[in-house]
């Protein structure tokens, strides 16, 4: 499903070529052009070259470079850390100010990883456990990391205290949280993110994220729901109903029918 982009800014069009190509996408371009959307004027290849920067040390180059080592240059000492004064901060979820002030969320700090990793050959996916995202060596299923605590390999034991300090000591745990994910996944949960921080704060990044949200094409249907009347509630009644008419006509007959009573109340708001 393909909504009519409500703008033509070049961020805009630079994060539907990425979203677009699905397992192929680039993620930090995807995520820089999400930033973009916050810093209009962002030149967001300028802005990537921090991360070559970052690549290009030479720690990075040496002989048996493996996860391990990435992630100790990376999340030793202050070079990158998690911010647990101010986590809710927008900020932790832009790519450029991660990459310029060193502070990031759990996500935001794995897409590093992974974007560094992709550059000196150490392949690194993230990992969508509930609540807390962490990263994984893509050569070894048993590495795990979390970049918000630092630069530690993990084990599944751990894993399970992390999300158990996360989701409360009797939250039922499935090995299937420590899957990877796609880049797709991951670009919906930076905006699922700034999207809920936004409504919290009524801020006006509740309307780009949630129109950028609706551009990934692997937004699942509830999700694509909640955006839509995240926009309405926003003020922008008419795009709120358009989303949700669009996602009515892949429905079947029931559920299209309560989709399309929440449009048409949208739709007399706008009148």
Known sequence: MRLVVWETAPATLRFIDEVERGDAMRLDVAAMAIAAHAYPG???????????????HPDLHRPGVDADAL????????????NTAAYDDPRNSYLNDVLERGLGI???????????????????????????????????????????????RL?????????????????????AFLAPVGPSEIVIR?????????VARRSAEGVWSARLRLLVPELPGPERR???????GFGRHTEAA??????????????????????????????
Not at 226 to 232: D, Y
Not at 244 to 271: F, I, S, Y
Request: proline share 6%; net charge negative; aromatic share 6%.
């Open 71 to 82: 992630a100790v240059h990376l999340f030793s000492g202050d070079r990158f850390l998690g």
């Open 42 to 56: 962002l030149d967001i290849d300028d802005a990537l070259r921090a991360l070559d920067r970052i690549a290009a």
């Open 226 to 232: 909640r955006s839509a009347n995240v926009l309405g």
């Open 106 to 152: 759990p996500i935001s700090l794995t897409v590093v990883m992974m974007e560094v990793g992709r550059r000196v050959g150490v392949p690194v996916v993230g990992v969508g456990m509930p609540g807390h995202f962490i990263a994984r060596d893509a050569r070894d299923a048993a590495g795990f990391y979390d970049p918000f605590h630092g630069p530690g």
């Open 242 to 271: 358009r989303a949700l008419d669009a996602l009515a006509a892949t429905l079947p007959d029931d559920e299209a029918r309560a989709v399309t009573t929440e449009a048409d109340g949208w739709r007399a708001r706008a009148n």
């Open 155 to 175: 084990d599944e034991e751990a894993c399970r205290a992390r999300f158990r300090a996360v989701a409360g000591a009797g939250a039922p745990w499935h090995p």
């Open 190 to 198: 930076m905006l699922t993110n700034l999207q809920q921080g936004a």
